[in-house]
DNA sequence: GGATAGCTGTTACC
DNA sequence: ACCGGTAACAGCTATCC
């Protein structure tokens, strides 16, 4: 039979002695659908001294299928490589037996895994919808496997061919979320689970059952509701699960409270549990049933984009969807909540899950974007962080430079390579400290992959600190390191991205597709996390020589350029990595662009410079000590009014909102009129209500985030003593919460900021000294210096002149 | 016991 | 541990006299 098929899922299944593929997917009549297939694997031999000797040797190894020779490359090198054909669970033994052959030989890509080697060798690409012809597996084929299956349809595959015009793809999905009584993994009762479909807004749940709303379903006990959710899941049948945070909270609760209650959680299309994975993040993986946790995938693709100081479902949320959680006491117990408040919880459950619901399809082009892209099925795509992306990319697209993957490193390189120095990075010019009006910002287009790609800087091209033939070299550090004139596979891939990054920036110009912009931001993520990946120590591409060329090539083309435009009666400000600012002079905005044509017109390879904008205006501070000026922090103002602040306070989370909100006052006045005067108004009547404790206590919570276990601190900061606090009082901590505190009056005077921390709901006043000397002051006085205004003595200084009046 | 250099820790910029 | 280095800054800690 002939179906048209969308592959989501993949797994593999040994029967009998052979591994099979099982793909999971819907065919275009909505049929969910497992397509067998016999799986492919092999690896590869390196420097066998003779291959067609050790080819015999190697025939005699029991299970091995094949070994035949083939002319590869291994890092630009032509090599012989031995290719051995096995089964995928006997692989590491049988590379392990080789290795014993011949010590002088290594073996290499049998660290690709089943899922990804069978995507690579049959191109059966996850969300790509195929023609696939086969035949239906009957009951009593490969151990009753069609029968295992909850599908609606197995094939075994016999041929396959990608459709010329793809099927627009909507998957089922199921968003679901669940409610406990206490916050620790399986500690206390699942009090409710809600879920959220096409058309489906259900509240699953069990302690409380008094006139509920509709969509509210009661049962007799937690096992109950939890063998429903399990039906519900069944019925709904949808191709994706989703939840936020569901690999760390929801998923591992629900199992504890399934064993706890015996109950048997066989969500799997093949009748399997969910899967937890060992180690530190665990995911939650159910068989044939694409479970995505959005937490993850917000945090590594998306969260450089949002503004929101945390990645909590609330406030990504509003960000994106404009809409909020609901609100609910948390504190109380059930037994506590009356009619109403469990009115208000079962709303509050169902208002996540839609939340959630609603994300997902926002997320859903970039999914499916990067799937296409990465081409990595659904469920492990969406938990990798961005070297895995590039690494994977750059996985499925040697086959077209001939090359055999470069190995993972291992434990002892791993921690080998943790141990190197940093390499000297970016350069950042030292800005004088002043209010300059009519300035210009030049930057350079995707700077770090655009070196890469015209200095050819990878692991395959690099040839070492010795000249060679037909290279060129870059110094770094006081040494050489030399790169061949030979374009490298890596900076080919690289600039194909950049390419098809352009290509679809601008058809996503011209056309707002969704889908067109994914795609653009998936190139532009793969590019720009490809720098760091070759410094990243767990890349199988690790080359921190190229990393140190190209800092070492962007330090000098940015002085190069900030060199030139000094010399044209242009004055630069500063300038950081790859940005320059700089004053116009008595330059209009027209010769600044036709003088950045003729900076473009002597740049070499595909490397570019842009004007980001024109301003008005732009203020730079002096360092809190010294009188240099402060790098990576400014404040600019375009000609149409838009302010951008860098680095200041105002956009630290980790100030108090009212330090925050009246430096970026300070900053929007002085910035639109050019002039302090009603700024220092405004800072005196700030100050004065700071002192007549007219400040809500709301504007003074600091919030730092916890980022290590509590014991772990070698420096006991105010926040930590925060953190102690709440564990005191039995609440929840954990890494990666952020601490809310203030800082209170005290009876004796004590030294330590720390012995003043309370946490916001405790009773007690602010403390005035702490908040007017290290928050509000600090914010602002180094933009008064700006126009020789001490703010500090204009505070206290009163008094002093008094003084000296006498 | 106070001053301070240096360290720890967080958060930003690019 | 899950892409890199550069930088500002707070507040603690060790060390000095």
């Not at 619901?357 to 099925?377: C, G």
């Not at 962080?385 to 499925?396: D, P």
């Amino acid at each position: 039979m002939k179906i048209n098929f969308i592959p989501l899922d993949y797994d593999y299944k040994t029967i009998g002695n052979k591994t099979y593929m099982l793909i999971y997917g819907k065919t275009s009549e909505g049929k969910t659908c497992c397509v067998i297939d016999k799986a492919v694997n092999f690896f590869y031999i390196l420097n066998a001294e003779n291959p067609e000797k050790m080819i015999k040797n190697i025939e005699k190894i029991s299970q091995v299928k094949k070994a035949e020779i083939t002319e590869k490359n291994y890092l630009e090198k032509p090599e012989r490589a031995i290719k051995v054909f096995c089964e995928y669970n006997q692989m590491q033994e049988i590379a392990r037996k080789i290795e014993l052959l011949d010590k002088n030989t290594e073996t290499r890509e049998r660290d690709i895994n089943q899922i990804t080697r069978y995507i690579l060798e049959k191109k059966i690409k996850p969300l790509v919808w195929y023609e696939i012809e086969g035949n239906i597996i009957s009951d009593n084929e490969l151990n009753g496997l069609a029968n295992s299956l909850d599908v609606d349809l197995v094939i075994e595959l016999e041929k396959i061919k990608e459709l010329k015009e793809q099927i627009d793809f909507k998957p089922k999905i199921l968003a679901f979320d669940i409610e406990a009584e206490e916050f620790e993994i399986g500690k206390g009762e699942i009090l409710m689970i809600s879920l959220v479909s096409d058309n489906i807004k259900k509240v699953l749940t069990w302690k409380y059952c008094k006139k509920a709303e509709e969509y509210v379903e009661c049962f007799k006990n937690e096992a109950e509701m939890i063998e429903k959710f399990a039906d519900y899941i069944k019925k709904i049948n949808p191709d994706i699960i989703t939840g936020y945070y569901s690999d760390g909270f929801d998923l591992p609760y629900l199992r504890v409270r399934a064993e706890k209650n015996k109950i048997d959680l066989k969500l799997g299309k093949d009748g399997s549990r969910i899967l937890f994975s060992r180690g530190n993040l665990i995911n939650a993986r159910i068989k044939g049933l694409v479970h995505i946790d959005l937490l993850k995938f917000i945090e590594t693709v998306y969260s450089q984009y949002l503004q929101s100081e945390t990645l909590s479902l609330n406030e990504v949320s509003k960000e994106l969807l404009g809409e909020s959680k609901l609100e609910i006491d948390h504190n109380k117990k059930s037994g506590e909540r009356n009619e109403e408040e469990w009115k208000d919880f079962f709303s509050y459950n169902l208002q996540d899950s839609i939340l959630t619901y609603k994300l997902f399809q926002k997320f859903w082009p970039d999914f499916l974007e990067f799937a296409h892209i990465v081409q990595e099925p659904l469920f492990q795509l969406t938990r990798y962080g961005m070297s895995h992306l590039v690494e994977n990319y750059i996985i499925h697209n040697l086959e077209r430079f001939n090359e055999i993957a470069e190995k993972r490193p291992i434990h002892e390189e791993i921690a080998e390579r943790r141990e190197r120095e940093k390499y000297e990075g970016a350069f950042v010019l030292q800005p004088s400290p002043g209010l300059y009006e009519n300035l210009a910002v030049f930057d350079f287009t995707s700077y770090w992959p655009s070196i890469i790609v015209t200095y050819n800087l990878s692991l395959s091209t690099f040839l070492g600190e010795k000249k060679q033939l037909d290279s060129f070299e870059v110094p770094v550090a006081g040494k050489k390191y030399y790169f061949s004139n030979k374009t490298g596979f890596f900076s080919s891939m690289l600039k194909e991205i950049i390419i098809l990054r352009k290509k679809y920036k601008e058809e996503y110009k011209k056309d707002e597709d969704p889908i067109k912009k994914a795609r653009s931001n998936a190139y532009k993520l793969l590019a720009n996390a490809s720098y760091g990946y070759q410094g990243f120590f767990g890349a199988r591409y690790y080359c921190p020589e190229a990393s140190a060329s190209a800092t070492s090539i962007s330090r000098d083309f940015t002085k190069k350029i900030i060199e030139t435009i000094n010399k044209k009666d242009y004055e630069v400000i500063y300038s950081d990595t790859d940005s320059i600012a700089f004053k116009l002079n008595k330059h209009t905005k027209q010769e600044a662009l036709n003088f950045l044509k003729k900076l473009n017109s002597e740049l070499p390879g595909i490397m570019e410079l842009e004007l980001e904008d024109f301003y008005k205006r732009g203020i730079w501070v002096t360092k809190r000590t010294g009188e240099f000026g402060a790098k990576k922090k400014y404040a600019l103002v375009n000609f149409q009014d838009k302010i951008k602040i860098r680095g200041f306070e105002t956009v630290r989370r980790d100030w108090c909102f009212l330090a925050r909100e009246v430096q970026n006052n300070i900053l929007k006045m002085i910035l639109n009129s050019g002039k302090h005067e009603k700024a220092l108004e405004y800072i005196k009547e700030i100050i004065k209500k700071i002192k007549q404790r007219e400040i809500d206590k709301k504007e003074l919570i600091i919030r730092t985030q916890l980022k290590k276990p509590l014991a772990e601190y070698k420096s006991i900061s105010p926040h930590v003593i925060a953190a102690q606090k709440i564990k005191e009082r039995g609440e929840p901590i954990d890494i990666g919460m952020l601490i809310s505190y203030f800082i209170a009056e005290t009876q004796e005077k004590k030294k330590l900021v720390r012995e003043k921390v309370k946490l916001p709901d405790e009773k007690g006043e602010y403390n005035i000294d702490y908040y007017l000397n290290n928050q509000i002051l600090p914010a602002v006085e180094n933009i008064f210096q700006v126009f020789n205004i001490n703010i500090k003595e204009i505070v206290e200084g009163k008094k002093q002149k008094k003084l000296g009046e006498f």
